[in-house]
């Protein structure tokens, strides 16, 4: 396992080169640290290890990538284009996707007192920080600060954990149904029921802005839904007003946490399913006011499963969500076929094997997951 500082990561203030951007500046508000009762400092490295790499897009098997407006692939790769802004889109998103995997795994930032940063900032080198957080840790009262750091947060809902979920639906794969044949280009694999994760209803009117005097609101009534886009990271999406030239206009956006704070983040499809994200965001201070539902409020999704492309070596694939006449891609992907002519696509509890005929390419449906989904296959 790598070492790294543990103060360095927990704060990304204290000492600059830990590659995050800072959590707060030096003299906006006080330093604070990521700390959990029970965990020692070599228990947190561990942790830091794992919630760093993610946040550079180091790939999990089974998992789907970090996606932050456009993930961090997206924004290193507009950053080549358009230089310092996409630069910092960049580094804002790998400080989300590392907060966010840290209060996953149950971490909880408490804030320093004076005489605590003090000593912090005069710990020299490696060794004397781990001294100070050692001490730090051991102190009787840390477990009193932590709930009192827990009383403040402001989050969004909670969303169960299910076997077989993703981007915001969870799959009713007992009752897909397969192709009755073999499929061509542009042809159904197949089709599987989908519920969603959770929805809500928005309890009171969410307005939203940004610098450019761009204003726009989620309205009172309006219904949301809870989309998972990767391990560590959940989203409400819904419907907002935009107020433009044309008139009003109703777009799809996604409330996710950036650290302490939240944005609001435009997305393609429709309110009752939410695709990809676009750049950038509004940011706002605090989350929508949300009433879960214990039912969907929005109703079933039909998701399909489709072969987009036949190339030499394997196929390309897509999902979409379909409903009322209109479709919502969700993911893409696909792989190259084994020796045998066969890929298997996994499916959380299921597996779908694909097999390469004369006449296309044929599907069998196994109850035999090993819990990954679609992520895990390649690109050809």
Same mark, same amino acid.
């Not at 310092?84 to 840290?102: P, S, T, V, W």
């Not at 009752?272 to 201070?285: K, N, Q």
């Given at each position: 396992?790598?070492k790294?500082?543990?103060?360095?990561?927990?704060?990304?203030?204290?000492?600059?080169?830990? *590659?995050?951007?800072?959590?707060? &500046?030096? &003299?906006?508000?006080?330093?604070?640290?990521?700390?959990?009762?029970?965990?020692? #400092?070599? *228990?947190?490295? =561990?942790d830091?290890?794992?919630?760093?790499?993610?946040?550079?897009? @180091?790939?999990?098997? *089974?998992?789907?990538?970090?996606?932050?407006?456009g993930?961090?692939?997206?924004?290193?790769?507009? %950053?080549l284009?358009?230089?310092?802004?996409?630069g #910092?889109?960049?580094?804002?998103?790998?400080?989300?996707?590392?907060?966010?995997?840290?209060? =996953?795994? *149950?971490? $909880?930032?408490?804030?320093l +007192?004076? %005489?605590e940063? &003090?000593?912090?900032?005069?710990?020299k /080198?490696?060794?004397?920080?781990?001294a100070w957080?050692?001490?730090?840790?051991?102190?009787?009262?840390? %477990?009193?600060?932590i709930? &009192? =750091?827990k009383?403040?947060?402001?989050d969004l809902?909670e969303?169960?954990?299910t076997?077989a979920?993703?981007?915001?639906?969870?799959?009713d794969?007992?009752?897909?149904?397969?192709?009755?044949?073999?499929a061509?280009?542009?042809?159904v694999?197949l089709? $599987?029921?989908a519920?969603h994760?959770?929805?809500?209803?928005?309890a %009171? !009117?969410y307005?939203?802005?940004?610098? #450019?005097?761009?204003?726009?609101?989620?309205?009172?009534?309006?219904?949301?839904?809870? @989309?998972?886009? /990767?391990?560590?990271?959940?989203q409400?999406c819904?419907?907002?007003?935009?107020?433009s030239?044309?008139g009003?206009?109703?777009?799809? /956006?996604?409330?996710?946490?950036v650290?302490?704070?939240?944005?609001?983040?435009?997305?393609?499809?429709?309110?009752?399913? +939410?695709? !990809?994200? !676009? +750049?950038?965001?509004?940011?706002?201070?605090a989350?929508?006011?949300?009433?879960?539902s214990?039912?969907?409020?929005?109703g079933p999704?039909?998701?399909?499963?489709?072969?987009?492309?036949i190339?030499?070596?394997?196929?390309?694939?897509?999902?979409?969500?379909?409903?009322?006449?209109?479709?919502?891609?969700?993911?893409? /992907?696909g792989?190259?076929?084994?020796?045998?002519?066969?890929?298997?696509?996994?499916?959380?509890?299921?597996?779908?094997?694909l097999?390469?005929r004369?006449?296309?390419i044929?599907?069998?449906?196994?109850?035999?997951?090993?819990?990954?989904?679609?992520?895990?296959?390649g690109?050809?």
């Amino acid at each position: 396992m790598r070492k790294r500082s543990v103060v360095t990561a927990v704060m990304g203030l204290i000492v600059v080169g830990y *590659g995050l951007a800072p959590s707060v &500046a030096y &003299a906006a508000k006080p330093a604070r640290v990521f700390v959990q009762v029970g965990k020692d #400092l070599k *228990g947190q490295q =561990a942790d830091e290890t794992t919630c760093t790499d993610y946040a550079k897009g @180091v790939p999990t098997p *089974g998992m789907p990538p970090m996606v932050t407006t456009g993930g961090v692939a997206g924004a290193a790769g507009a %950053a080549l284009a358009t230089g310092f802004l996409a630069g #910092l889109e960049e580094a804002k998103a790998r400080r989300a996707g590392y907060e966010r995997c840290m209060r =996953a795994r *149950g971490y $909880i930032k408490v804030t320093l +007192a004076p %005489a605590e940063e &003090a000593a912090l900032r005069g710990a020299k /080198g490696q060794p004397a920080r781990e001294a100070w957080f050692t001490n730090f840790l051991s102190q009787t009262e840390l %477990a009193q600060r932590i709930e &009192a =750091a827990k009383a403040q947060i402001q989050d969004l809902p909670e969303v169960p954990s299910t076997p077989a979920s993703t981007d915001g639906l969870v799959l009713d794969l007992a009752q897909a149904k397969l192709a009755e044949g073999p499929a061509n280009e542009g042809g159904v694999l197949l089709v $599987i029921p989908a519920s969603h994760l959770a929805t809500a209803r928005l309890a %009171a !009117d969410y307005p939203v802005s940004n610098m #450019l005097g761009v204003n726009k609101r989620g309205e009172a009534g309006a219904l949301f839904h809870a @989309v998972a886009r /990767g391990p560590y990271s959940t989203q409400w999406c819904g419907p907002f007003l935009n107020n433009s030239i044309q008139g009003q206009i109703t777009m799809t /956006g996604c409330v996710e946490a950036v650290g302490d704070d939240f944005k609001v983040v435009n997305a393609v499809g429709e309110s009752w399913l +939410a695709g !990809d994200l !676009d +750049a950038g965001g509004f940011p706002v201070d605090a989350p929508p006011k949300l009433e879960v539902s214990p039912i969907d409020l929005l109703g079933p999704v039909t998701l399909t499963l489709a072969l987009d492309k036949i190339t030499k070596k394997g196929v390309r694939l897509k999902v979409f969500g379909e409903r009322d006449g209109k479709a919502v891609t969700i993911w893409r /992907g696909g792989g190259n076929f084994d020796a045998e002519g066969r890929l298997v696509v996994p499916l959380w509890t299921h597996r779908l094997t694909l097999i390469r005929r004369d006449q296309g390419i044929a599907g069998v449906l196994t109850a035999d997951g090993d819990g990954k989904g679609w992520w895990s296959t390649g690109t050809p």
